[in-house]
């Protein structure tokens, strides 16, 4: 059952400090519930070992506390549906796995590495990891084969078998969107051959279970948004709502990211930036205000419109680095 009331949440990845891009964010989905009463949620998507770290996990609470944006629950905070980092839920993703495969909705994919990764080049949602399928045939493998390459030695990854052919939703920034499957492979890795839980499955749970209602991101992830939506049918979770909003980028068109130093939140701090500056520049952007002069993130309640945003925002939004 769907909690009562909105649910939001911001679930950023520690493998860097927060930059302008994290904050743009976290600003419009914390708006987006405080507009309706609702409770937002700070979720750390820390599942890749070897890039997430500690320190950006702490770094990005005192971040978002600096810019005024207070989570109801999550990390460092709690609340009924803990725990806030994925690093410690790796027990749902599991039980959410076996039952996947018990049903047999996901089989392994004997690719190679270096066939993924050239069916992966250029694909768009990282730092997630590219929404690619299977570049070869391994959904139809006879059981005889998998088992032979089983006993060789061979480590499948494990993905999901996307069900539906087309689907429609209302994007709360973007409007209506219609996908087709084509004729490409959409099955996504839940599960990699090294045993760790792909991004897919991790946070289509954590929205279940956390009873989300409302996922605002960037529009870098708006093609997942159909396989997800099949995901969260097929293990009998309510579908959240989406909304994606355009990506801030560079001169060069690049999305932000921890290279543009200078927009990290940190070295907006150091070098005397305010946070209401910060939250100005947003919330003109955004056109809750008509300029970009200081203000909090209180005083923008009740401001937002999403659907404003999408259509003053086709495409993405352009920061000079300082």
């Given at each position: 059952m769907m909690a009562k009331g909105i649910r939001g949440r911001f679930a950023p990845s520690p493998t860097g400090f927060l930059h302008l891009g994290h904050a743009w964010v976290a600003l419009l989905s914390w708006l987006q519930v405080r507009g309706s009463g609702g409770s937002w949620v700070l979720r750390v998507e820390d599942l890749d070992p070897d890039r997430s770290?500690?320190?950006?996990?702490?770094?990005?609470?005192?971040?978002?506390?600096?810019?005024?944006?207070?989570?109801?629950?999550?990390?460092?905070?709690?609340?009924?549906?803990?725990?806030?980092?994925?690093?410690?839920?790796?027990?749902?993703?599991?039980?959410?796995?076996?039952?996947?495969?018990?049903?047999?909705?996901?089989?392994?994919?004997?690719?190679?590495?270096?066939?993924?990764?050239?069916?992966?080049?250029?694909?768009?949602?990282?730092?997630?990891?590219?929404?690619?399928?299977?570049?070869?045939?391994?959904?139809?493998?006879?059981?005889?084969?998998?088992?032979?390459?089983?006993?060789?030695?061979?480590?499948?990854?494990?993905?999901?078998?996307?069900?539906?052919?087309?689907?429609?939703?209302?994007d709360g920034c973007r409007g209506h969107q219609r996908w087709e499957r084509g004729e490409g492979n959409w099955d996504p890795i839940l599960r990699r051959r090294d045993g760790t839980f792909g991004y897919m499955l991790a946070v289509v749970v954590d929205d279940g279970e956390m009873q989300i209602t409302d996922v605002l991101r960037g529009d870098d992830l708006l093609t997942a948004t159909p396989i997800q939506r099949d995901l969260f049918e097929t293990l009998g979770l309510p579908v959240p709502r989406y909304a994606h909003v355009p990506l801030l980028v560079d001169s060069a068109g690049r999305r932000l990211s921890k290279r543009h130093g200078a927009l990290a939140l940190r070295e907006l701090r150091r070098s005397g930036v305010k946070p209401e500056a910060v939250i100005g520049r947003l919330a003109a952007w955004a056109g809750c205000v008509e300029r970009p002069e200081p203000c909090r993130p209180g005083e923008l309640i009740g401001l937002l419109n999403l659907a404003k945003v999408g259509r003053r925002w086709p495409g993405r939004i352009v920061v000079q680095e300082r």
């Open positions: 770290r500690d320190v950006y996990a702490e770094a990005l609470r005192e971040d978002l506390t600096w810019l005024g944006l207070d989570p109801d629950e999550g990390f460092g905070v709690g609340g009924l549906h803990a725990p806030y980092r994925q690093s410690e839920r790796v027990d749902r993703y599991e039980a959410a796995f076996r039952a996947l495969r018990e049903r047999g909705e996901v089989y392994p994919c004997f690719c190679t590495r270096s066939r993924v990764r050239e069916a992966e080049r250029g694909a768009a949602l990282a730092p997630h990891g590219p929404l690619t399928g299977c570049p070869g045939r391994c959904a139809e493998r006879p059981e005889r084969e998998r088992r032979r390459l089983v006993a060789e030695g061979e480590r499948p990854h494990w993905r999901y078998r996307v069900r539906r052919i087309r689907d429609e939703w209302e």
